[in-house]
């Protein structure tokens, strides 16, 4: 196999792709799709979002310094991608897309019901680094929702369906194909019982 050489650029794919949730604190929400999100740190709990400047949820979130990580799944498609298209400087995306607006427990930003996973979140620091800004938030609260508890009370986000985001395509994750450490995992010889 051989590979082109390109010019720089951002070709970390597939991403996972999320529904931001914020408030201007005067009564005016939004939802803005975000495929520049990530984990940063485990203690304290840590993530980030990366934003254009021009884009109207931004200066909602760097006035606040709160916001809404809400993660998707394949029913939700069509409400990412039109969240992502759409300004909410014009219209209310929670309206146009069905979606449930449900109180925070911590930030004033609003969750996204149907999402199977809500995470509140405060800004630390905001790093201006060329056409993105990234907020870095500390994680204030999650929630998760119940109905994708598994029969050991164990939270399994894949029943819910994720979506992730690959060059202008939403897909979903597909099959499981081992689990943490499975590489490494002794394997039980067939032998005799003691």
Not at 4 to 22: D, E, I
Not at 70 to 90: I, Q, R
Not at 165 to 179: I, Q
């Amino acid at each position: 196999m051989s590979k082109q050489s390109w010019k720089p650029g951002n070709m970390l794919y597939p991403l996972p792709v999320v529904m931001v949730s914020c408030s201007d604190g005067k009564g005016k929400d939004n939802i803005i799709t975000v495929a520049w999100a990530g984990t940063v740190c485990t203690n304290p709990p840590m993530v980030s979002v990366s934003i254009r400047p021009e884009r109207y949820s931004y200066h909602m979130i760097r006035e606040t310094k709160e916001f809404v990580i809400n993660l998707t799944t394949e029913e939700l498609a069509f409400a990412v991608d039109y969240c992502g298209v759409k300004s909410g400087k014009d219209i209310d995306k929670f309206k146009e897309t069905g979606l449930t607006r449900e109180k925070a427990d911590i930030v004033n930003a609003p969750m996204i019901r149907e999402a199977p996973v809500s995470i509140e979140c405060r800004v630390t620091d905001i790093l201006e680094l060329g056409s993105h800004h990234m907020f870095l938030g500390e994680v204030a609260a999650v929630h998760a929702d119940e109905a994708y508890m598994d029969e050991n009370n164990r939270f399994d986000l894949n029943r819910a369906r994720p979506i992730v985001y690959s060059h202008g395509e939403y897909l979903g994750t597909g099959k499981k194909l081992g689990t943490f450490g499975y590489s490494v995992k002794k394997v039980k010889k067939p032998g005799k019982k003691r």
